[in-house]
């Protein structure tokens, strides 16, 4: 039963994973280049200063692409569920609901971490030929809110697509909406968010609370 859910999941996932692996794969690529170009053209201790006293990562192209790839994962593989009333039989399943939940979350959120983890890999792997290893950390966690932000975006679509009401998928939309916010508040900072990653953390695992409580909600009836 286990490995059968895993691989109805799979299913569900595993076109958009690849597009954003590649996708993801590019990007820090073109991060590379441009990096490379900036040292061709002014030279590796130019590149220093400028990360140094005017907070430049040369990550900015990543921002917003973990939060459009958890978005379209998240769409991918919960609004099947509803759009076409898979949700229905598969919690007629002889399996408990918390862990059918809990199996769902942890697929779409290992997908995540596996695409995100690869790309913040190969940027650091080549940061590390030209930077010392506190400049390659301060790049790293200034990428680290944008995939959280990715995180966050995939369990707030996962909470609403499961979500039977709208009154409760406008209020985990405006909930969701406001943690993403939080995180790009502080633009073009390097490592701007080290002080609030654990608040933020346990925030996300919150989100990750209500996708159960829309499933409760389902299996009792409250739907528009």
């Given at each position: 039963?286990?490995?059968?859910?895993?691989?109805?999941?799979?299913?569900?996932?595993?076109?958009?994973?690849?597009?954003?692996?590649?996708?993801?794969?590019?990007?820090?690529?073109?991060?590379?280049?441009?990096?490379?170009?900036?040292?061709?053209?002014?030279?590796?201790?130019?590149?220093?200063?400028?990360?140094?006293?005017?907070?430049?990562?040369?990550?900015?192209?990543?921002?917003?692409?973990?939060?459009?790839?958890?978005?379209?994962?998240?769409?991918?593989?919960?609004?099947?569920?509803?759009?076409?009333?898979?949700?229905?039989?598969?919690?007629?399943?002889?399996?408990?609901?918390?862990?059918?939940?809990?199996?769902?979350?942890?697929?779409?959120?290992?997908?995540?971490?596996?695409?995100?983890?690869?790309?913040?890999?190969?940027?650091?792997?080549?940061?590390?030929?030209?930077?010392?290893?506190?400049?390659?950390?301060?790049?790293?966690?200034?990428?680290?809110?944008w995939y959280?932000?990715?995180?966050?975006?995939?369990?707030?679509?996962?909470?609403?697509?499961?979500?039977?009401?709208?009154?409760t998928r406008?209020?985990?939309?405006?909930?969701?909406?406001?943690?993403?916010?939080?995180?790009?508040?502080?633009?073009?900072?390097?490592?701007?968010?080290?002080?609030?990653?654990?608040?933020?953390?346990?925030?996300?695992?919150?989100?990750?609370?209500?996708?159960?409580?829309?499933?409760?909600?389902?299996?009792?009836?409250?739907?528009?």
């Amino acid at each position: 039963m286990y490995s059968a859910l895993l691989f109805k999941e799979w299913l569900k996932t595993r076109r958009v994973f690849f597009v954003a692996l590649i996708v993801s794969l590019l990007v820090a690529g073109y991060v590379i280049l441009t990096m490379n170009s900036h040292i061709s053209a002014n030279g590796v201790n130019i590149l220093w200063l400028g990360m140094i006293l005017k907070d430049c990562s040369f990550v900015d192209p990543v921002k917003y692409l973990p939060l459009a790839i958890g978005m379209a994962l998240g769409i991918a593989q919960m609004a099947p569920e509803m759009s076409h009333k898979r949700l229905k039989l598969t919690l007629h399943l002889p399996y408990p609901h918390s862990r059918l939940v809990s199996l769902m979350l942890a697929t779409g959120t290992i997908q995540l971490l596996v695409i995100f983890v690869l790309q913040a890999i190969v940027i650091a792997v080549y940061d590390a030929t030209i930077l010392p290893g506190e400049m390659v950390w301060r790049v790293l966690l200034t990428m680290l809110p944008w995939y959280l932000a990715g995180i966050c975006a995939y369990l707030c679509v996962s909470a609403v697509c499961l979500e039977g009401t709208w009154y409760t998928r406008v209020i985990l939309s405006l909930l969701g909406i406001t943690l993403m916010m939080v995180m790009f508040l502080k633009p073009g900072v390097m490592a701007a968010y080290n002080s609030m990653i654990i608040v933020i953390i346990i925030l996300i695992l919150i989100l990750a609370v209500l996708s159960f409580g829309s499933i409760a909600r389902f299996k009792e009836g409250l739907q528009d």
